[in-house]
């Protein structure tokens, strides 16, 4: 046992745990965060892959980052920039393309060539993105009530939930509530004619899921999308300077400036408990470090089954944590690059290539790309979004050349065959020939290539099957069904013992609500 | 025709004639028309060969609602649960029996899987418990939280506490099953292909989504509202005939002194000042009434009966933009005899027989749906009606009624459903039956096919969708028809919507009429 004495242990040192360290070290808690690589950021890390290129290796945009942690944490002070992604551009295969620039006008007009009516229908379905995204904030900030439970908090919480809801008037309510339960290509084409619009914007809807933009439930990923903060734009994403691991270490730095303590290349083994309760944590190297409190930033199925015993928890928990799906679905394909790709549909430089590129020219593509995907295989022409982050942030290549971020999906962890070398290859292959169809000379300019697979994401971040959201989000696993039923207050059975991940409330993306609120919850339970 | 009627009620189906005696009863005067020829809307059997009788829609015999039939002084028509509610064709010569009575289901799962012969008694009792919840919330009007009045939050928090009352993690298990895929929530529990795949189909009919889709665990505790123990399919038949429940509503309805006018279709809903005055029939008379009651579907209703100019363009949107999407198909088959041979026991066809083993079968025959295709390997679910109810067809003859999916009533190439499609689909559905039961094709004397296209022209149902629109969870409960209207009255005075397009949906018989009809007196019937 080390000499210095902790109030609170944090197991795994991503965004979430990073940003609960940060909460309880600013109320005075002596904390210690735990992070079994040799640096923080979990998901969302830099590094340099090949000499010179420098890559968001994972997670590559922020949008959600709550802004009363921005806030409250003070992050710009340690580093937090995040440059707008100013556009998107569908290319079509036509040879045209769809785009939407960070200029409003510009994008009516852009939209405009391909149908008035939905230029005329954006306007509306922007505001009531607004609305939409205002009606859900609250709930996002808050710890979800239990509704099997008759204590006075949870009670008060149901009625506050429900009070929230009927606030909204009927209009949004029931908009909400169909948000919540259609595909996102039904919600969109009861809006807009034009297909690569449609597709464009569904796409958000399946990121990080195993659905389809017509499997129902997607539509609620779309709008978990919507709510970046710079409200109004068409797709309001953001780069971090550096890479998003400088979120990482500007969350680390606010953290280490508010009195916590970090050590990487320190990996927890297990947490220890005796008697029903937290003494602390054995690491690998078998050195064991005591605080009365533990508090996990990894998924559900490592906070439950692989940091404690779980027979040291009811079994309907652990049914619950076996039922919670995970369930992989993308890949990332990281190039570098001797030079700019040629766009056929935008041919030269241009404001273009500083923005994203989607790969969505029809909801039927992208149906298709999820089909094979259902019968165990990856897309042969799958979902890709693609940035340029070097455009952006040139510190992040050598002079003149640049590094390309793909998003691929899908890639089922659960491939038929396995992961094999070649089917990685295969999978490197098949994204790049795709987007070469748009921009032939990318594959000339390929200098090195980086693919990983859901099963290379697991290996590497430790994320369940490579879940980037640490468990889907679909309905059935949101609010207080995340990860399980009655468990979904940031607590466990065991005393002492605590989750902050994204399998939590709420969950997904470079957010840090998961670990605010759970943050809050644990100094509320030892206030009272 | 020029009889004054307090209130006309459109169509004479289960719905129809229930809104009809339930008016009756408070002493109106009302009139329900019907288009064809005679009541019983999707229930209706014809005579599709000579001698054979079967429901073109293959519907079962739904679900009476106790509430209804308490309120209405109906006795409940006598049921019989088959013994073999559900049988799935493995391979000819070999089935797997899911037995009503859940030791024998295990005992025939056990040869499969002895975890899910383990696992099954206790899922068939909590999906029957969690449907039983699903049959409190379908005997009242759907609970709104966003416009429930102050005045009946009392009732929404009885459907709380009613959902508390399952216990913790039951209630738990229900909030995360409805919005599920089925094969999540099967994949979950059991091991077992075929027994998968036979509970999944359940779960997607008349849907145009397969097995994976977000909302089939709700469709699959749907059409499980008072079912059996045990049964993991249908309510089990009327001992007397397949026409048992219309004919009761309809007997009711005259003792009620309701008029009831078959072959006299409805044109128009004459609208002045935005109030009914009564409708125009297609004969060109018109028969005036204060208040219209129509169990026609949403669509058909608010797009083909009303002159757009009495509606709220964001109304006809929201009409517009409901998902009907019609995506299955019936076989009616005239047996010479049942086959001998094949291993299918006739106490198999009693019940449900499915012909798709694998639920990757059944994803895959969604998947043509998805992009407006006809599946190549249908789904298909066969039944011999004639074994519960010998007078459907001549002595010692047979009918089976074959369910297909997914024939969608959208078709991606434009050329709709054809003379040409529909034989080519009839033959496919007719060469998978043989397969699973050879013998099958020698004894057929005569079929009759249906497509959507078909229930479309036959009962005026929009896309040929059986459900008055697709039961997903944004068209259920209060979001059914349309958000805002889910109470059965409409922004024109005298207007009331009561067919399964409303709360509670197909399959529930008579439950949207009855409610509606509740509502109508509820309002008052002054000038």
């Known amino acids: 046992m080390t000499a210095r004495r902790y109030d609170v242990i944090v197991v795994g040192g991503g965004h979430n745990g990073l940003v609960a360290a940060a909460y309880l070290a600013r109320a005075g808690r002596r904390v210690l965060v735990l992070e079994r690589r040799s640096m923080v950021g979990g998901a969302a890390v830099t590094e340099e892959i090949f000499p010179g290129f420098k890559f968001s290796v994972f997670s590559y945009v922020v949008s959600l980052l709550r802004p009363e942690i921005i806030r409250e944490l003070d992050l710009p002070r340690h580093g937090l920039q995040i440059l707008p992604l100013e556009s998107t551009v569908t290319p079509l295969d036509n040879g045209d393309y769809l785009a939407s620039w960070a200029d409003p006008d510009e994008t009516r007009r852009e939209l405009c060539r391909h149908s008035p009516r939905d230029a005329e229908a954006m306007a509306v379905f922007g505001r009531l993105m607004q609305h939409m995204a205002m009606a859900v904030k609250p709930i996002l900030g808050m710890v979800p009530p239990d509704p099997g439970s008759l204590a006075p908090s949870d009670l008060a919480g149901l009625l506050r939930f429900g009070r929230h809801m009927r606030g909204l008037g009927p209009d949004r309510f029931h908009a909400l509530f169909k948000l919540m339960t259609m595909s996102s290509a039904d919600y969109l084409d009861e809006w807009f004619e034009c297909g690569p619009l449609k597709a464009t914007k569904s796409a958000s809807g399946i990121i990080g899921t195993f659905l389809g933009p017509r499997s129902p439930g997607t539509a609620y990923v779309l709008l978990h999308h919507y709510m970046g903060e710079i409200d109004g734009a068409f797709r309001a994403w953001g780069f971090q300077k550096g890479g998003t691991g400088a979120i990482s270490d500007a969350i680390a ?87 700019l790709p040629e766009f056929t549909c935008l041919p030269g430089p241009g404001p273009h290539l500083r923005g994203a590129f989607s790969i969505s020219p029809s909801v039927e593509y992208l149906e298709r790309a999820y089909d094979d995907a259902k019968y165990g295989d990856f897309s042969r022409q799958p979902y890709m979004d693609i940035v340029i982050p070097s455009m952006i942030d040139p510190g992040m290549a050598p002079p003149g050349r640049h590094v390309m971020s793909i998003f691929v999906q899908y890639a089922p962890y659960a491939r038929t065959g396995g992961w094999t070398d070649a089917a990685r290859d295969a999978l490197g292959d098949a994204a790049v020939q795709t987007l070469a169809r748009y921009a032939p000379n990318l594959p000339s300019l390929v200098l090195h290539r980086q693919v990983l697979t859901p099963l290379d994401i697991e290996r590497i971040t430790g994320l369940s099957e490579g879940n980037i959201f640490q468990g889907e989000l679909a309905l059935h696993q949101l609010f207080f069904l995340r990860p399980v039923p009655a468990w979904a207050k940031y607590r466990t059975p065991i005393e002492g013992y605590w989750q902050c991940g994204a399998g939590t409330h709420p969950g997904g993306g470079i957010m840090g609500a998961s670990g605010r609120l759970a943050a809050y919850e644990l100094l509320g339970s030892s206030a009272r | 025709m020029n009889d004054r009627h307090d209130v006309i009620v459109i169509g004479a189906g289960a719905n129809g004639l229930a809104a009809a005696a339930t008016l009756g009863r408070a002493g109106l005067a009302v009139i329900v028309l019907e288009q064809s020829g005679a009541v019983g809307g999707l229930q209706r059997t014809v005579e599709f060969a000579p001698g054979f009788h079967a429901t073109p829609t293959a519907a079962d015999d739904g679900w009476l609602p106790p509430a209804m039939a308490r309120d209405l002084g109906l006795g409940v028509p006598v049921r019989t649960i088959p013994d073999i509610p559900l049988t799935v064709a493995l391979a000819p010569g070999d089935v797997l029996p899911l037995a009503r009575e859940s030791r024998a289901a295990a005992e025939a799962i056990r040869r499969h899987s002895a975890r899910d012969a383990a696992t099954w008694p206790a899922f068939t009792a909590q999906l029957h418990k969690l449907a039983g919840f699903l049959a409190v919330l379908y005997q009242r009007p759907a609970p709104d939280i966003a416009t429930t009045g102050l005045r009946d939050l009392a009732s929404l928090l009885r459907v709380a506490l009613g959902l508390r009352a399952l216990g913790r993690a039951d209630m738990a298990e229900f909030l995360r099953i409805v919005p599920m895929s089925v094969r999540e929530l099967l994949d979950d529990r059991f091991e077992c292909e075929a027994l998968k795949a036979a509970v999944a189909a359940g779960a997607v009919r008349d849907l145009r989504q397969g097995p994976r889709s977000g909302g089939t665990g709700f469709v699959l505790l749907h059409y499980l509202v008072g079912a059996a123990p045990g049964s993991v399919r249908d309510r089990g038949y009327c001992r007397d005939g397949p026409e048992t429940c219309v004919a009761a509503l309809d007997a009711l309805a005259r003792r009620n002194g309701v008029t009831i006018r078959t072959d006299t279709a409805v044109s128009r809903i004459l609208v002045r000042d935005d109030a009914v005055t009564g409708v125009a029939l297609a004969s060109g008379a018109e028969v005036s009434a204060p208040r219209v009651l129509s169990t026609a579907d949403p669509a058909a209703t608010f797009l083909g009966l009303v002159d757009p100019v009495w509606l709220d363009p964001e109304l006809l949107h929201a009409v517009r933009n409901i998902k009907f999407r019609g995506a299955a198909a019936v076989v009616l088959y005239a047996l010479d005899s049942l086959p001998q041979r094949g291993g299918l026991p006739a106490a198999s066809l009693a019940g449900v027989v499915t012909l798709t083993p694998q639920l990757d079968a059944l994803e895959r025959a969604a998947d043509a749906a998805k992009y407006g295709n006809v599946s190549e390997h249908p789904h298909v679910e066969i039944s011999a009606p004639s074994i519960r109810w010998p007078a459907v067809a001549p002595p010692g003859k047979h009918v089976v009624v074959a369910r297909v999916q997914y024939a969608p009533h959208c078709l991606k190439d434009g050329n709709g459903w054809d003379g040409a499609r529909r034989e080519a689909l009839a033959d496919r ?9 050879p013998g099958f094709l020698d004894r057929v004397l005569h079929r009759a096919m249906f497509t959507p296209a078909d229930f479309e022209a036959r009962y005026g149902v929009t896309e040929g969708a059986l459900t008055h629109g697709e039961l997903t969870l944004d068209q259920v409960l209060f979001m059914r028809p349309i958000p805002g209207l889910a109470h059965y009255a409409t922004p024109l005075t005298g207007l009331y919507l009561g067919g399964a397009g409303t709360h509670p949906g197909p399959g529930v018989m008579g439950g949207g009429g009855w409610l509606a009809a509740r509502r109508l007196l509820q309002d008052g019937t002054g000038p």
């Open chain 2, 429 to 437: 559905v007719s060469h998978l039956i043989d397969t699973a039961v």
């Open chain 1, 253 to 339: 730095g606010a953290a280490r400036a508010l009195g916590a303590e970090i050590r990487t290349d320190a990996a927890v083994e297990r947490v220890l408990v005796r008697s029903g309760r937290v003494t602390g944590v054995a690491l690998v190297s078998g050195e064991e470090v005591a605080a009365p409190v533990v508090i996990s930033g990894l998924d559900p199925r490592l906070t439950f089954t692989q940091l404690v015993d779980p027979d040291e928890l009811p079994a309907d928990l652990v049914e619950g944590v076996r039922r919670f799906k995970f369930r992989g679905s993308s890949a990332k394909v990281n190039l570098a690059l001797a030079g």
